[in-house]
């Protein structure tokens, strides 16, 4: 019995060798701090968890439309032109299990097997094996410090071949936390619709922000597929709830593939969504904004002052992708130890591409201020006892 | 901007178009029976209720492991020895966003493009579309009431040719309700492993059935594809829940593709799904399960009065094939005309295939015995006004 050849190109999360050893651990009675997850420890939002617990009392917890509650899409419109100021029809907008079915349905309805998709290497470790999950290929773009670690129009021209059909811009993004300013998004876009191809914007981590210039590709075009979810800024990573938007043509195509490999998506969690926009939640999540931004300052000023290489500050998401090469040539090596010997959990930079990706550790501010503190005093001490040893 | 072929091959439902028009009958305020839609108009029962509700309140909505929790996986592995005197190692359990979820997984992790699946015709729509997905070739091989509209180790036989890489067999089955006998699905499943091939089985529908002889695939072999969910006998359509169990081999390419495709499934759904085995969700389930058996037979005896032909009564599931032939050669204008003048929906054949589906109704006993009982009257007003027109 074989599995299916596109499982030899889909790679596993690394990092999940590395949870499982710190869940090890933690077991064995070891203290761990996790800075590998891209999770954040805030709870729900109340009016969020209150939304939610009326609608299961209820008891009538059944399948929605295949696109979503009507009354969700009409709010992610509002909300789009409350943020963005551009308008969406609720017909483009789909209601997805996370961000994550919003990419299978995006690619599901758009990509051909044998297509090629350019992305940036680093970047989120699902995308290419989504692409790979429709026997499309992938084109690794290496990005450097230069784009904040973005693709920009320049790559594009560069990388550009006859069966490219699409890329794929994630902004702020993961790992590297960087964002593609304005303009050059807009470049992008253009360079893209002149080739007649496929633009996919990952838009997961907007709010997540801590400088100004983060922007919606919708701003420039009505013709780019649009991916988002409720899981981090708005704190909800477990309801397995998002959003696609798509462009006009292709509504009926994406209705039609929702229905069959979704049915719809969890529908206690749409309902719980409908409080996502509520004043008391949007305040609530300014404040979390706020606090992410200071542990982002935090931690980036512990990284630079313990030796670590950060070309470009990040400007959002929750995610500092550092240079460790100064302490060590192999970072997954660097994250087993620092893990076996201060209890502090790391991603390596394996899990995000092959771009140097040797010299790289992605660190997670998802936790409290004092748990970051620790993890430096760790991290610290695990530097210095190599740099005697 | 092209949708990508794969689209060209994937169906729409239907019945989502009578739905529509029923929806806007309603809106006008005429009053509709429904009788067209898969999902059980029971709550969920509260047990389940009061696990999701106590686990939202706590706030922690996150992730799961991407095979799901093990305690859950557990309590599967658990009830498949209390119901099926099966033993199944939780490596091969996987929790899954229903069971759509489950047969993207199977499917992702075991087909590859261009192998041949045979299903039935008639059969549950998404099927087909699931292959397409992949861009597999579906084998449609009509089944009559000689074999309970189930595959034969006979019809294998006859359709199995060289492209050909697996079957799949749902019983109790959508549209049907009928059963596969436990000798011929052992018949079926050695001559799959004969020719090496794939056996998907959709057990979404045991637990209702109201004759003896529903069997798992797993009690023949564990080499097998199980394919379950919590929507149907347990009531939580809407909380996107369902499990996969595959043979062992496949287990860490599941894991993979489960961690890709879903990162995990809905969190609340599963910490709710815990309390499905408990005695008193059981016991509400069994009465329900009575419940469904006496609505099945009311609806039986009325169709065949009203010189429906039904040759195998249903012993499963909560749908009644009917053929019409009787009183129309188009099964989809008899629906929408029931739709029209009677405010009664049902499904027509053409959702399940091609096979005479022109001469097929879908009625699901899902509602009320009033609500069965008043579409009944509707029925037989509708029939005599078109016998007499
Ligand atoms: C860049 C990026 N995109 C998409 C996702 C998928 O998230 P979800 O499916 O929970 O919305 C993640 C999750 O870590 C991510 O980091
Ligand atoms: C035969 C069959 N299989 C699978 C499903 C999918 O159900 P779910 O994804 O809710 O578990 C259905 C739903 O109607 C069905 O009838």
Request: hydrophobic share 40%; glycine share 6%.
């Amino acid at each position: 019995m074989q599995v299916a050849s596109r499982m030899e190109a889909i790679t596993p999360f690394y990092v999940m060798e590395l949870l499982a050893r710190a869940k090890q651990l933690e077991a064995q009675g070891r203290d761990i701090i996790h800075m590998e997850i891209g999770e954040p420890d805030f709870t729900t939002p109340q009016p969020i968890i209150d939304a939610g617990v009326a609608y299961i009392k209820a008891g009538h917890v059944k399948y929605t439309p295949a696109a979503g509650l009507p009354e969700l899409r009409q709010k992610i419109a509002d909300y789009y032109w409350q943020r963005y100021r551009v308008t969406v029809p609720i017909q483009r907008i789909f209601i997805t299990p996370g961000a994550t079915g919003a990419f299978l349905l995006a690619l599901g309805v758009s990509l051909n097997s044998g297509d090629e998709v350019l992305l940036s290497d680093p970047c989120y470790p699902c995308n290419e094996n989504f692409i790979h999950l429709f026997d499309a290929k992938v084109k690794h773009v290496p990005v450097y410090a230069d784009t904040a670690y973005q693709l920009s129009a320049d790559l594009l021209q560069q990388h550009w071949q006859a069966l490219t059909r699409a890329i794929l811009i994630a902004s702020p993004s993961n790992p590297t936390g960087t964002i593609i300013q304005a303009a050059e998004l807009e470049k992008c876009i253009h360079f893209v619709n002149t080739r007649q191809g496929l633009l996919y914007s990952d838009e997961i981590y907007h709010g997540l922000e801590y400088e100004p210039g983060v922007t919606s590709a919708l701003a420039f075009s009505d013709q780019v597929f649009v991916i988002n979810s409720f899981s981090k800024y708005f704190g909800m990573t477990g309801w397995r709830v998002g959003w696609l938007i798509v462009p006009e043509a292709y509504s009926p195509a994406t209705e039609k593939l929702a229905q069959n490999i979704f049915i719809s998506t969890c529908s206690q969690s749409q309902y719980a969504a409908l409080a996502a926009f509520d004043e008391q939640t949007l305040a609530e999540l300014e404040k979390r904004r706020q606090d992410f931004s200071l542990k982002r300052d935090f931690l980036y000023a512990h990284l630079l002052r313990l030796g670590f290489n950060i070309p470009v500050k990040p400007a959002g998401a929750f995610y500092i992708y550092a240079d460790c090469s100064q302490f060590s040539n192999d970072s997954q090596q660097f994250a087993q130890q620092l893990l076996e010997t201060e209890g502090l959990a790391v991603t390596p930079g394996k899990d995000f591409g092959y771009n140097e990706h040797e010299k790289y550790l992605r660190f997670a501010y998802t936790g409290s201020m004092e748990n970051i503190s620790a993890g430096m005093q760790r991290l610290e001490r695990f530097i210095s006892s190599k740099q005697t040893s």
